[in-house]
């Protein structure tokens, strides 16, 4: 399930800095209830398996009513209201809560270490989507970058390597970090069929590089074909796919076309 936000302001467009996933992951925590945003941000859920938390949400980037324009000089992005903001988990909880507050306050203000003044955008409309109906394979785009990367150690330290579309290593991580959110929301196991798998069909030139605090994330973004068997194929658009779904990576939606 998915909510489709639309915002608007006191004046026809905002600017936020270039790197704003870190505004949009405090929006969230904060806009949720107490209880639920707690256990979330502590833990998640827990992979019996592997013993790793998983958060089971995901975010797009703000999609702006015309086209952004972006200042390299002060690394800041101009966005033009409407604005449109996709969340989306398979947690009936978490996107009740989430819903149930935005509706009753109407309004949010956007702060954080990255914005020089605090802003209030309000809101416009507010839909709760569900996740596609089954196909296979299916062109999906990225609403928010997808990032894939393995971590290992040398000589005392921790290198994280990231994987490109190209990379054998994308499609298998992307697979098996899907398995492990199956399992975790459903306690079962289940095998991938020869046919499943994610291939690039057209995307970035370059990866997209996003500093979140004082990490640096890259990740792609284009369209992918997409197939998979049908029990993983909600949670790749309610879950997000590859890694760092809660930060405001891997959010995907069915290919419109060029609009």
């Not at 398996?49 to 015309?66: A, H, Q, V």
């Not at 990490?215 to 369209?223: E, F, H, L, Q």
């Amino acid at each position: 399930m998915r909510l489709r936000i639309k915002f608007t302001g006191d004046t026809e467009s905002i600017i936020l800095p270039f790197h704003y996933n870190e505004i949009l992951h405090g929006i969230v925590y904060h806009y949720l209830n107490t209880p639920f945003a707690l256990r979330m941000h502590a833990k998640g859920f827990i992979d019996p398996e592997s013993n790793r938390g998983l958060k089971l949400f995901t975010f797009s980037r703000l999609i702006s009513s015309k086209k952004p324009e972006i200042d390299k000089e002060n690394n800041a992005i101009k966005f033009y209201f409407p604005i449109t903001w996709i969340i989306a988990s398979p947690l009936h909880e978490f996107i009740i809560s989430l819903y149930n507050t935005l509706n009753r306050k109407r309004s949010i203000n956007l702060h954080g270490s990255t914005l020089p003044t605090e802003q209030n955008i309000y809101l416009l409309n507010l839909w709760l989507e569900k996740p596609p109906p089954y196909n296979r394979p299916v062109l999906v785009e990225t609403l928010s970058p997808i990032t894939v990367y393995r971590t290992s150690e040398k000589d005392g330290k921790l290198f994280t390597h990231y994987f490109k579309p190209s990379d054998p290593e994308f499609n298998e991580l992307i697979l098996s970090n899907l398995l492990r959110k199956y399992r975790v929301l459903t306690g079962k196991k289940l095998t991938l069929d020869k046919e499943a798998f994610i291939r690039p069909v057209r995307i970035s030139h370059r990866e997209n590089i996003i500093y979140f605090k004082d990490t640096v994330i890259k990740g792609w973004s284009g369209n992918f074909e997409l197939s998979l068997p049908e029990e993983l194929f909600p949670l790749a658009f309610s879950c997000g796919l590859g890694a760092k779904n809660s930060l405001g990576f891997g959010c995907i939606g069915i290919w419109r076309g060029n609009k």
